[in-house]
């Protein structure tokens, strides 16, 4: 039997020095010393807003400590320019926050409104949910034509859900029902659920899902051979429209590990899994700020790829998510 192997062992397994190098090509072609192969333009999948103000997020009230001191506030639009500014953000897709569930359709309006003004990047949205509720495609129905409204989630990496949840009939129904609307799921787990991930897909085969944060490799238990197993489940997934967010994987790693040549194998894995044509970069802001910052995760994920072709890395950062939510 294959030992597996430990979580310091496997994330050092990359090369500082391929990174470094990385880098200094991304820094210097910025610079303008030599042309780029690529636009460095992007497509952010995954862009968290809250007016506190307008909408309860329980998770957010009740952080302590550094999440507390980063996320306990307004993160707004005018915030988040300031995040990517000197970045091309072309387009950008609102990812549902975890509100209370009382203020579900509340969301959805919010952010329906700022798609349709036209005024910022985002001009779409993946609000919340609760696929296994009676009253789910009632809920659905209010939906019905909203362009910007391409997808929903419901987080179920937290503690105190079931990690079998989504293996629920009630919860599975509710997943195919989106399949028959037209809309995606994303999939929020754990890495000891993705098992239970894989098979929720093989059950929903005309319903696209998107895998958030690589799998969080880094949540629930410590074996990142356990993860990469689970990982490839979802991924060798009868359904083939299973997409991969490559984020979400900066918050084990401190200030001085950045650039963080750790993160090259798990970012590897994934591409190699899923290959270029389903996998999207994704911002993560602003619980990016817990580990990182948008820019310095930009710029550590194309140091990553550097040496890859230009029209690959152009499908993680932009093609990809155009296709999928069917961007302008």
């Given amino acids: 039997m294959k030992r597996p192997i430990s979580r310091r062992t496997f994330l050092e397994s990359a090369s500082t020095t391929m990174i470094a190098a990385g880098l200094a090509s991304y820094h210097s072609t910025a610079s303008g010393a030599e042309p780029s192969p690529y636009s460095d333009e992007i497509v952010d999948t995954h862009l968290h807003l809250w007016d506190l103000s307008v909408l309860r997020l329980p998770w957010v ?128 787990l754990r890495n000891d659920q993705l098992e239970y991930g894989a098979e929720l897909i093989d059950r929903c085969p005309d319903t696209r899902f998107i895998l958030d944060h690589c799998g969080n490799p880094h949540a629930g238990s410590n074996d990142l051979e356990g993860w990469r197993k689970g990982l490839e489940k979802i991924a060798r997934a009868k359904n083939s429209r299973v997409m991969c967010k490559v984020s979400g994987i900066y918050g084990n790693v401190t200030a001085e590990d950045w650039p963080a040549a750790r993160l090259k194998p798990i970012v590897r894995i994934v591409i190699d899994s899923f290959g270029w044509d389903r996998v999207m970069f994704a911002g993560d802001w602003p619980v990016v700020n817990l580990g990182a910052s948008f820019k310095l995760w930009v710029e550590t994920l194309r140091a990553i790829v550097a040496d890859d072709p230009a029209d690959a890395q152009a499908k993680l950062f932009r093609d990809n998510a155009i296709k999928l939510y069917g961007l302008s």
């Fill in 61 to 188: 009230a009740s952080a302590t400590g550094k999440a507390r001191a980063v996320l306990a506030h307004d993160h707004l639009l005018s915030d988040y320019a300031r995040a990517t500014e000197g970045l091309k953000v072309t387009r950008a897709v609102y990812m549902e926050v975890d509100v209370a569930e009382e203020d579900e359709v509340k969301e959805a309006e919010y952010v329906t409104r700022i798609c349709a003004e036209g005024r910022s990047p985002m001009q779409a949205a993946v609000i919340s949910g609760r696929p296994a509720s009676d009253d789910f495609a009632k809920y659905l129905d209010r939906f019905k034509g909203n362009p910007y409204i391409k997808g929903l989630r419901q987080v179920l990496h937290t503690p105190a859900t079931d990690p079998k949840l989504c293996l629920e009939d009630s919860f599975v129904r509710g997943i195919r029902l989106l399949g028959e609307r037209g809309l995606s799921f994303d999939l929020c």
